[in-house]
């Protein structure tokens, strides 16, 4: 009996080693791969995360620009009368506006207060002028850091791999915010009062 024990039972090659490489390396490359998806997932949240955060803070300091601006022409108004009503009140519903429109009327409205200010003869060392320069260059700083980071969501969202797994359906299309750049509020050289 031993004999055909023996002799009928299935011997077991052992396992070695070359053999299970292959299991091996299936296992890295799926981790590997995993990992850069998971890493490109979190790049594309990321990038969106930094456009949407980007064009808050633009928002804010266009607000704060429309702000200084009204009350520039406030002050303007209280302190050279009669002759500067028409333009207190030009650059007040300018900024107004400014604040109040909607996404797609906003780049008009913020390049017609731009203009506005532009226009007013102001001394360049008045305090509300000061403020509403730096407020100026604040925006000009706000919108240059939203196009950049709008443009690396917009190219990442270009690449192949992340349309082909829509790793970005989550997230709305961000947009340039496209409107002249301020610059100084006040001319170099001050204008005469009236």
Do not use: K
């Not at 429309?66 to 519903?93: F, I, K, S, Y």
Request: proline share 8%; hydrophobic share 50%; charged share 25%.
């Amino acid at each position: 009996m031993a004999g055909r024990a023996a002799s009928g039972a299935r011997t077991c090659r052992p396992v070695t080693i070359p053999d299970v490489w292959w299991l091996v390396g299936v296992v890295v490359l799926v981790v590997l791969v995993a990992t850069y998806l998971t890493w490109l997932a979190a790049r594309v949240d990321r990038l969106h995360a930094r456009a949407a955060g980007a064009s808050s803070a633009l928002d804010a300091q266009l607000r704060r620009r429309a702000v200084l601006a009204a009350g520039l022409a406030e002050a303007a108004l209280r302190e050279r009368g009669d002759a500067w009503a028409g333009q207190a009140a030009t650059v007040r519903g300018a900024a107004r506006v400014a604040v109040d429109s909607a996404p797609p009327d906003r780049e008009a409205a913020e390049n017609d207060l731009t203009r506005l200010l532009r226009e007013l003869p102001l001394a360049p060392d008045e305090p509300d002028v000061t403020a509403l320069d730096a407020a100026s260059r604040r925006v000009a700083l706000a919108r240059q850091v939203h196009t950049d980071l709008v443009r690396d969501a917009l190219a990442v969202r270009t690449r192949r791999i992340v349309r082909l797994l829509r790793l970005a359906r989550r997230h709305p299309r961000p947009s340039y915010f496209d409107i002249d750049d301020p610059g100084p509020v006040a001319p170099a050289t001050p204008l005469p009062t009236p």
